[in-house]
T-cell receptor, first 117, second 117 residues
Framework: AQKITQTQPGMFVQEKEAVTLDCTYDTSDPSYGLFWYKQPSSGEMIFLIY??????QNATEGRYSLNFQKARKSANLVISASQLGDSAMYFCAMREGPGDSSYKLIFGSGTRLLVRP | GAVVSQHPSRVICKSGTSVKIECRSL??????MFWYRQFPKQSLMLMAT?????????EQGVEKDKFLINHASLTLSTLTVTSAHPEDSSFYIC?????????????FGSGTQLSVL
C-alpha cells in the first residue's frame, strides 16, 4: 500500500489566486513528520514546509500553509496568492519515527502545478 | 542556511564505464546522507542511507555492488555507478542530515542527471 498519495498529477491556478495540493498518508507510527518540497525544472528540491505529528497548530511559512487533518491522515498544501514562479512539481513526503532517529523520507508521486498569467 | 553541493550536475557516459557523483555539505557536518533516484516524471525513490564511517544501508531492490556508496568524511558522500548501462540513466539526488537537527532542516543537493549511451 502506498504510504503517501498525491491524487492530482496536474493542477492549474490563476496568478494571484490560492491553490490546494492534496496529500494523504498512511502510517501506524504515532510519531511522524510531513514535508512539502518544490522541484522546479532545474531539479533541485526546495523545502517548503514541515508538520510534526504532535504539532497542535497547522504549519505556516509565508505564502505556504499546511492543512493538517490528523484523523483523516491528510496534509494538504495551500499556496496563497500564486505567482508565476510557483509553477513546478510539488512533492509531499513523510518521515516515520521521531525526528532524531530516522531521516528517511517517503515521497508521493508529485503534483505538477502550472500558474497561468 | 545550510547548503549541499552535488557534482556533477550532468554527466554523459558510455555503457560499461563507471561514474562517480559527489555530495558535499558545505557549512555543516553531515553524519547521514541519503541518495535518491528519480526517473522522468516520477517521484524520488530512496536508494540508500550513507553513514559516515560505516557501511551504507541499501533499500530493498537496490544492488549494492552496482551503486557503491562511500561516506569517508562528515562532509562528503560519493555514489559510484559501476559498469553503467542505459537503464541506469536517471536523475540522482542526495540529501544530508545533521545529528540532532530535526527533519525540517534536511537539505538536498541540486541533483545529477546521468545519461548512459
Amino acid at each position: 500500500a502506498q504510504k503517501i498519495t498525491q491524487t492530482q498529477p496536474g493542477m492549474f491556478v490563476q496568478e494571484k489566486e490560492a491553490v490546494t495540493l492534496d496529500c494523504t498518508y498512511d502510517t501506524s507510527d504515532p510519531s511522524y513528520g510531513l514535508f512539502w518540497y518544490k522541484q522546479p525544472s532545474s531539479g533541485e528540491m526546495i523545502f517548503l514546509i514541515y508538520q510534526g505529528s504532535y504539532d497542535q497548530q497547522n504549519a505556516t511559512e509565508g505564502r505556504y500553509s499546511l492543512n493538517f487533518q490528523k484523523a483523516r491522515k491528510s496534509a494538504n498544501l495551500v499556496i496563497s496568492a500564486s505567482q508565476l514562479g510557483d509553477s513546478a512539481m510539488y512533492f509531499c513526503a513523510m518521515r516515520e519515527g521521531p525526528g532524531d532517529s530516522s531521516y528517511k523520507l517517503i515521497f508521493g508521486s508529485g503534483t505538477r502545478l502550472l500558474v497561468r498569467p | 542556511g545550510a547548503v549541499v553541493s552535488q557534482h556533477p550536475s550532468r554527466v554523459i557516459c558510455k555503457s560499461g564505464t563507471s561514474v562517480k557523483i559527489e555530495c558535499r555539505s558545505l557549512d555543516f557536518q553531515a553524519t547521514t546522507m541519503f541518495w535518491y533516484r528519480q526517473f522522468p516524471k516520477q517521484s524520488l525513490m530512496l536508494m540508500a542511507t550513507s553513514n559516515e564511517g560505516s557501511k551504507a544501508t541499501y533499500e530493498q531492490g537496490v544492488e549494492k555492488d552496482k551503486f557503491l556508496i562511500n561516506h569517508a568524511s562528515l562532509t562528503l558522500s560519493t555514489l559510484t555507478v559501476t559498469s553503467a548501462h542505459p537503464e541506469d540513466s536517471s536523475f540522482y539526488i542526495c540529501s544530508a542530515a545533521v545529528g540532532g537537527v530535526t527533519n525540517e532542516k534536511l537539505f538536498f543537493g541540486s541533483g545529477t542527471q546521468l545519461s548512459v549511451l
